[in-house]
């Protein structure tokens, strides 16, 4: 509107002077043609005549100076306050924000690459499951990164509420900010928030229901996955539940997973029933029975990996139709498709210990008298397994599934064990 104005102004103030100057030119012609006028005369009427449409010119033209160039400068730079909604293309503040790439961190000028890398600073969004792995498929077509990129780890943690080893966590975390990134997936009626001092202070990510067996707990690995894809310096995933341990300090588990060339997805061939005889027919050709494949949960996937498992939209409906209970999507679908279209780059093991030996469908949870020097050095270093193509004794960096009241001695072990910063 104002700038219909000005050229409003600037067209009137032209059309004065052309018509002063046509004018001028009209009386002389006429006094010229009649002669009657004195040369005198003529040239004193059209001085006075210049004289009033310079003024009337410089009159409107100083106007529009004024508008120009005042305080309220509205053409120059548009204002960006929220209560005054100048940008056209937005009715209110939360729109105009979304039309920005993202909220980002660093509102204190700095712009640098770091700026665009690091995930939004809140990880809470409003974006649908199919909206979010779109956002988290995308991939730099440039490989190579352009600065030092601090690689971190994310640690997903998958629980149902509150984590009552989360004390061992923080303790686990403390000095190595920087250097990890923390998710949290519960079920959407938790709300309780841990202090701000906390590593899991709002680490926790828009959550929807799981059950047990069933394709929403494949879905929340998903979800976790895809969030911390998000923050493009996340090297390394690893999916945790609410009774995981670290077995090691900080460094040793981050030098662990960084390092290594391969991920750790558990997966292999169980001919028996629990294995093979969950394969359901109406797969094929798709996924035969030799592609099918079994494995612990809990899995630890590096980045290019985490991108195809959020891409996939081929195998993923296949499972969601064909794998009901007694076949466990959590229990097939990762160790199939990893080993149908990666296997090069997957270990094949898992690096959460669990202790199956008791049978059943659940494992065994331990509790306070369970927990032992003896007992955790036992899954430190009590197995023998391959390291980027070397043996190794550390083939367990987690273990599971530790009961809440494990908590105080795990916490007394802890800094001289496992070497954490007490
Ligand atoms: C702004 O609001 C008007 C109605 O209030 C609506 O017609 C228009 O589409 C909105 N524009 C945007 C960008 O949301
Ligand atoms: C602003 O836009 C958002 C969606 O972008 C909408 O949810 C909200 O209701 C809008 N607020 C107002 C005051 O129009
Ligand atoms: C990255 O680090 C190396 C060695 O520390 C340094 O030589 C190089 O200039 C750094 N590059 C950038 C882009 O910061
Ligand atoms: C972590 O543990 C390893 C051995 O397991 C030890 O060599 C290293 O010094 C420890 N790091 C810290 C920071 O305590
Ligand atoms: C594992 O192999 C990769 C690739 O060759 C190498 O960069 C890395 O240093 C190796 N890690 C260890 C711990 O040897
Ligand atoms: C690491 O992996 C790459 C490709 O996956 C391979 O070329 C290389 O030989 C591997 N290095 C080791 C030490 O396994
Ligand atoms: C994992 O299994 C796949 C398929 O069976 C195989 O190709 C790959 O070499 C295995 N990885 C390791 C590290 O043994
Ligand atoms: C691991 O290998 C070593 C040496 O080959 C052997 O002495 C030890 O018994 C093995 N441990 C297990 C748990 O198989």
Not at 54 to 78: H, V, W
Not at 84 to 89: A, D, E, G, H, N
Not at 224 to 250: G, K, Q
Request: with cysteine; net charge positive.
């Amino acid at each position: 509107m104002d700038q219909i104005k000005l050229d409003k102004d600037m067209q009137q103030c032209k059309i004065t002077v052309l018509f002063g100057r046509e004018l001028c030119l009209r009386i002389t012609k006429l006094i010229r043609g009649s002669s009657t006028f004195p040369v005198t005369t003529t040239i004193v009427l059209c001085l006075s005549l210049s004289f009033f449409v310079m003024t009337l010119g410089i009159f409107i033209n100083n106007g529009a100076r004024k508008f120009l160039f005042s305080d309220e400068s509205y053409f120059l730079m548009p204002p960006l306050q929220p209560s005054s909604c100048s940008c056209c293309l937005c009715n209110n503040s939360s729109s105009a924000a979304s039309l920005q790439p993202s909220p980002f961190k660093s509102s204190s000028g700095s712009r640098g690459l770091e700026d665009w890398m690091i995930g939004p600073e809140e990880l809470w969004h409003e974006m649908s499951d199919e909206e979010l792995m779109w956002r988290a498929s995308m991939v730099p077509r440039i490989s190579k990164y352009p600065n030092n990129r601090t690689r971190k780890v994310a640690f997903m943690f998958l629980s149902r509420g509150s984590l009552p080893l989360g004390p061992l966590w923080e303790m686990f975390f403390k000095g190595y900010a920087g250097l990890y990134s923390v998710y949290l997936h519960t079920s959407p009626e938790f709300t309780k928030e841990p202090p701000e001092t906390s590593v899991f202070y709002k680490r926790k990510i828009p959550s929807k229901p799981v059950k047990w067996g069933q394709a929403t707990m494949m879905n929340a690995e998903r979800r976790l996955l895809a969030n911390a894809l998000l923050d493009f310096s996340n090297e390394r995933f690893v999916l945790l539940s609410e009774t995981c341990i670290p077995l090691f300090n900080f460094t040793t588990i981050y030098s662990y997973l960084i390092n290594s060339n391969h991920s750790f997805v558990g997966s292999f061939d169980d001919p028996r029933p629990m294995g093979r005889g969950r394969y359901n027919k109406r797969m094929w050709p798709m996924i035969s029975l030799s592609d099918w494949r079994k494995g612990n949960q809990w899995f630890e996937v590096h980045r290019k990996l985490a991108i195809e498992i959020v891409s996939d939209v081929t195998y993923y409906p296949i499972f969601q139709n064909h794998c009901k209970p007694p076949c466990y999507m959590d229990e097939h679908y990762l160790a199939t498709i990893v080993t149908k279209t990666h296997p090069d780059i997957n270990s094949n093991r898992s690096i959460t210990w669990v202790d199956w030996s008791k049978g059943g469908s659940h494992p065994t949870r331990f509790v306070r008298k369970d927990v032992s020097e003896e007992f955790l050095n036992r899954m430190r270093h009590g197995f023998n397994c391959t390291y980027n193509g070397s043996m190794t004794t550390a083939c367990f960096l987690f273990a599971r599934k530790f009961q809440p009241n494990t908590l105080e001695p795990l916490l007394k072990l802890a800094p001289t064990l496992l070497g954490f910063n007490p």
